[in-house]
């Protein structure tokens, strides 16, 4: 019989409705009903594309004898990480502080005041490699919370404490300067890999923000390395196995330093995110490396994440059914050379075996190859090597598919906009700027009430319970700031300002101007988590300044650039010494530094020629943040176009920055050499 998790809308927590554990989702009522039964509260946080929760699942929430366990001595909530990441941080962060490390699963146990007392992340059904069991914790546990109960609940408070006193050292709430951003790059130059590309050892994380930071150094600087490490590691990762030789598409990351075998399951984020660098990348160089992935990865993302509603689903999973009935791994995307043969024939799989990397002993389990594209000497026949890919993804196609988590997440729908938008813009692909338009549309009709005020997430076109945090706000502002750069429509420069009136009133701390991850409004947890550095996407604190500085630079509003500035303060503080953790606050800063510039594009219509051409070129230009407004003279749609006619009867382009205005120009290729960092 299905328990209180049938009704949720996150497909993580359906997963779970019918187990034989009494789960509760989080809800005051949970607690309320572990102080009337006078019992702790176990929490279990995870997500639906998280292999190791899937494994603790089925080991011990779908055993009966542990539910009875469970059931008995313990209220257990089951939380969706990516429906609530406040609750995911404030008790991630207790798990870290108590024990050096975290993850997911992430099981914790409360008091029924929701005060954690004791930690771990996955706990096997039987002892293993010095790790109890969870039956033993759970055991453990239940005898600790009867018979030292005083104990217990001083811990608890303790650690709450401690919590309450990890207050951000914040700096002097000023923007950093170009000191502080040579010691970011040159602190990212030593943690560099220079054999392979990325940062740091085993495991590989796409830095996609830190990417972003770089190109922008280099726009504004001229700095070589900077662009040099960006351009080597965007090559690597799309050659290696993280990126889908076949589909297009990133894997979340590389378990080893070389990029070769990827944890398999594909995120909406970094996907929207490295679409963005690559599309940015190809404007910086005009690599063809660069604009193919671009392309493929938007393509990717519509055909493979887009749901019936126009948004964009979460994640597909990492397992799949091998065919013989088993969820493996990556058992959608390996091959082994017998496959290869069965497909193509001999003489195309030995072709294919070479291009994609395929050998005999495998580089994944059991003989299998991850597909990549070694650079090796001599030339394919670009024509074959189309065919090839084009039948592998055809026979790929009827193997069973990995699952997709439909939920609807506004912040990661803001990055897809704002990655589909610019790369259909740059790439002559209106389709993809259609996608976005679609995107944007669902988040305006679901996800905003009529005081803008966002709801995080959706599914199969019903809004879910829980409010936005401040990354969805930022990150879907993002999107719109983008989509009305591209499409010329101002409606999205003005959803954007509802946004982030919001941010201004509700998410920053007005004595100090730091950011909340939750509204001052929300609902209560035993801290206000507040986190500025860069995880898997930007952090809702560095998004927002990036945010309110281009809402700014399109408005001229005085308090929104004032916000951003002192959020700024922080990248100030933690820019020189951790800059891989703070990328997205680095590349704003960048764009504080360059103004950032206003461009205005005025034509007698959008559509016009001559129009079209000064506005390319504007959207092309690779200053950091620049902001563009595209419209017709007298056009009340954007500030920027006020006062700005055509010269000589032809369109024309004004670019202004610190308050001062170049003289107007006709001349696409002047707009060029202007906004060319």
């Given at each position: 019989?299905?328990?209180?998790?049938?009704?949720?809308?996150?497909?993580?927590?359906?997963?779970?409705?019918?187990?034989?554990?009494?789960?509760?989702?989080?809800?005051?009522?949970?607690?309320?009903?572990?102080?009337?039964?006078?019992?702790?509260?176990?929490?279990?946080?995870?997500?639906?594309?998280?292999?190791?929760?899937?494994?603790?699942?089925?080991?011990?929430?779908?055993?009966?004898?542990?539910?009875?366990?469970?059931?008995?001595?313990?209220?257990?909530?089951?939380?969706?990480?990516?429906?609530?990441?406040?609750?995911?941080?404030?008790?991630?962060?207790?798990?870290?502080?108590?024990?050096?490390?975290?993850?997911?699963?992430?099981t914790v146990f409360l008091t029924p005041d929701a005060e954690p007392f004791?930690?771990?992340?996955?706990?096997?059904?039987?002892?293993?490699?010095?790790?109890?069991?969870?039956?033993?914790?759970?055991?453990?546990?239940?005898?600790?919370?009867?018979?030292?109960?005083?104990?217990?609940?001083?811990?608890?408070?303790?650690?709450?404490?401690?919590?309450?006193?990890?207050?951000?050292?914040?700096?002097?709430?000023?923007?950093?300067?170009?000191?502080?951003?040579?010691?970011?790059?040159?602190?990212?130059?030593?943690?560099?890999?220079?054999?392979?590309?990325?940062?740091?050892?085993?495991?590989?994380?796409?830095?996609?923000?830190?990417?972003?930071?770089?190109?922008?150094?280099?726009?504004?600087?001229?700095?070589?390395?900077?662009?040099?490490?960006?351009?080597?590691?965007?090559?690597?990762?799309?050659?290696?196995?993280?990126?889908?030789?076949?589909?297009?598409?990133?894997?979340?990351?590389?378990?080893?330093?070389?990029?070769?075998?990827?944890?398999?399951?594909?995120?909406?984020?970094?996907?929207?995110?490295?679409?963005?660098?690559?599309?940015?990348?190809?404007?910086?160089?005009?690599?063809?490396?660069?604009?193919?992935?671009?392309?493929?990865?938007?393509?990717?993302?519509?055909?493979?994440?887009?749901?019936?509603?126009?948004?964009?689903?979460?994640?597909?999973?990492?397992?799949?059914?091998?065919?013989?009935?088993?969820?493996?791994?990556?058992?959608?995307?390996?091959?082994?050379?017998?496959?290869?043969?069965?497909?193509?024939?001999?003489?195309?799989?030995?072709?294919?075996?070479?291009?994609?990397?395929?050998?005999?002993?495998?580089?994944?389990?059991?003989?299998?190859?991850?597909?990549?594209?070694?650079?090796?000497?001599?030339?394919?026949?670009?024509?074959?090597?189309?065919?090839?890919?084009?039948?592998?993804?055809?026979?790929?196609?009827?193997?069973?598919?990995?699952?997709?988590?439909?939920?609807?997440?506004?912040?990661?729908?803001?990055?897809?906009?704002?990655?589909?938008?610019?790369?259909?813009?740059?790439?002559?692909?209106?389709?993809?700027?259609?996608?976005?338009?679609?995107?944007?549309?669902?988040?305006?009709?679901?996800?905003?009430?009529?005081?803008?005020?966002?709801?995080?997430?959706?599914?199969?076109?019903?809004?879910?319970?829980?409010?936005?945090?401040?990354?969805?706000?930022?990150d879907v502002a993002e999107g719109f700031l983008a989509l009305a750069s591209?499409?010329?429509?101002?409606?999205?420069?003005?959803?954007?300002?509802?946004?982030?009136?919001?941010?201004?009133?509700?998410?920053?701390?007005?004595?100090?101007?730091?950011?909340?991850?939750?509204?001052?409004?929300?609902?209560?947890?035993?801290?206000?988590?507040?986190?500025?550095?860069?995880?898997?996407?930007?952090?809702?604190?560095?998004?927002?300044?990036?945010?309110?500085?281009?809402?700014?630079?399109?408005?001229?509003?005085?308090?929104?650039?004032?916000?951003?500035?002192?959020?700024?303060?922080?990248?100030?503080?933690?820019?020189?010494?951790?800059?891989?953790?703070?990328?997205?606050?680095?590349?704003?800063?960048?764009?504080?530094?360059?103004?950032?510039?206003?461009?205005?594009?005025?034509?007698?219509?959008?559509?016009?020629?001559?129009?079209?051409?000064?506005?390319?070129?504007?959207?092309?230009?690779?200053?950091?943040?620049?902001?563009?407004?595209?419209?017709?003279?007298?056009?009340?749609?954007?500030?920027?176009?006020?006062?700005?006619?055509?010269?000589?009867?032809?369109?024309?382009?004004?670019?202004?920055?610190?308050?001062?205005?170049?003289?107007?120009?006709?001349?696409?290729?002047?707009?060029?050499?202007?906004?060319?960092?």
């Open positions: 019989m299905p328990n209180r998790l049938a009704h949720e809308t996150s497909p993580y927590l359906l997963q779970h409705a019918d187990n034989p554990v009494d789960w509760w989702p989080w809800s005051e009522e949970a607690f309320d009903e572990a102080r009337k039964r006078n019992v702790p509260v176990l929490l279990s946080v995870g997500y639906s594309s998280c292999h190791w929760c899937h494994v603790m699942a089925h080991e011990s929430f779908e055993d009966q004898e542990t539910a009875e366990y469970l059931n008995a001595h313990y209220v257990s909530v089951k939380v969706d990480r990516e429906e609530r990441p406040d609750v995911d941080a404030v008790y991630m962060e207790a798990v870290q502080a108590a024990t050096g490390q975290g993850g997911w699963p992430m004791y930690f771990g992340t996955y706990f096997p059904p039987a002892p293993r490699q010095g790790m109890p069991s969870f039956r033993q914790v759970l055991q453990g546990v239940h005898q600790a919370w009867e018979e030292r109960r005083d104990e217990v609940t001083e811990v608890a408070g303790k650690i709450v404490r401690d919590l309450a006193g990890r207050e951000i050292s914040y700096g002097d709430a000023q923007t950093p300067g170009e000191e502080e951003l040579a010691q970011a790059l040159l602190g990212l130059t030593r943690e560099y890999d220079p054999q392979r590309g990325g940062f740091g050892g085993a495991p590989k994380f796409p830095p996609s923000m830190v990417l972003e930071f770089l190109l922008r150094h280099h726009a504004r600087t001229g700095a070589e390395g900077a662009l040099q490490m960006a351009r080597d590691t965007c090559e690597r990762m799309a050659r290696g196995g993280m990126y889908d030789q076949l589909g297009g598409g990133f894997a979340r990351y590389s378990v080893d330093r070389d990029w070769v075998v990827p944890h398999f399951e594909k995120m909406l984020y970094d996907n929207a995110l490295l679409c963005r660098v690559y599309a940015h990348l190809w404007r910086s160089t005009g690599s063809e490396l660069a604009r193919r992935v671009a392309l493929e990865t938007a393509d990717f993302m519509v055909r493979e994440l887009r749901t019936n509603e126009g948004g964009f689903a979460s994640a597909l999973d990492a397992d799949s059914d091998d065919g013989t009935g088993r969820h493996v791994e990556g058992a959608c995307y390996v091959w082994t050379p017998g496959q290869l043969r069965e497909v193509l024939g001999e003489q195309d799989a030995d072709l294919a075996a070479q291009v994609f990397g395929v050998t005999e002993e495998g580089t994944f389990e059991e003989g299998a190859s991850v597909l990549q594209l070694p650079v090796r000497d001599g030339v394919f026949d670009a024509g074959k090597v189309a065919s090839i890919r084009e039948r592998l993804l055809a026979a790929r196609a009827e193997r069973p598919a990995p699952g997709r988590d439909d939920k609807v997440v506004a912040a990661w729908n803001g990055l897809a906009i704002a990655a589909l938008a610019e790369t259909g813009a740059y790439f002559d692909r209106p389709d993809l700027v259609e996608a976005a338009v679609a995107a944007a549309d669902l988040l305006v009709r679901l996800h905003l009430d009529e005081q803008a005020r966002l709801t995080r997430t959706s599914k199969d076109g019903h809004a879910g319970a829980n409010s936005g945090v401040l990354e969805d706000y930022a591209v499409t010329g429509e101002g409606v999205w420069l003005e959803f954007a300002g509802f946004l982030l009136d919001h941010v201004v009133v509700r998410f920053t701390d007005p004595e100090s101007g730091a950011l909340f991850d939750t509204a001052a409004d929300a609902e209560r947890l035993i801290r206000r988590p507040q986190d500025p550095t860069d995880n898997a996407a930007p952090s809702g604190w560095t998004a927002a300044a990036n945010a309110l500085l281009s809402y700014a630079a399109h408005t001229g509003s005085e308090p929104h650039r004032t916000a951003a500035e002192r959020a700024l303060g922080v990248v100030k503080a933690l820019g020189p010494r951790v800059p891989r953790f703070i990328g997205w606050g680095l590349a704003a800063a960048e764009a504080v530094l360059d103004g950032p510039r206003e461009v205005a594009i005025v034509g007698p219509a959008l559509d016009d020629e001559g129009t079209r051409a000064l506005h390319r070129t504007a959207l092309l230009g690779t200053a950091p943040g620049a902001v563009v407004a595209a419209g017709v003279p007298g056009s009340e749609e954007f500030p920027l176009l006020a006062d700005r006619p055509l010269v000589g009867g032809e369109p024309a382009a004004y670019v202004c920055r610190n308050f001062t205005c170049d003289a107007p120009t006709t001349d696409p290729d002047r707009l060029s050499t202007v906004l060319s960092g």
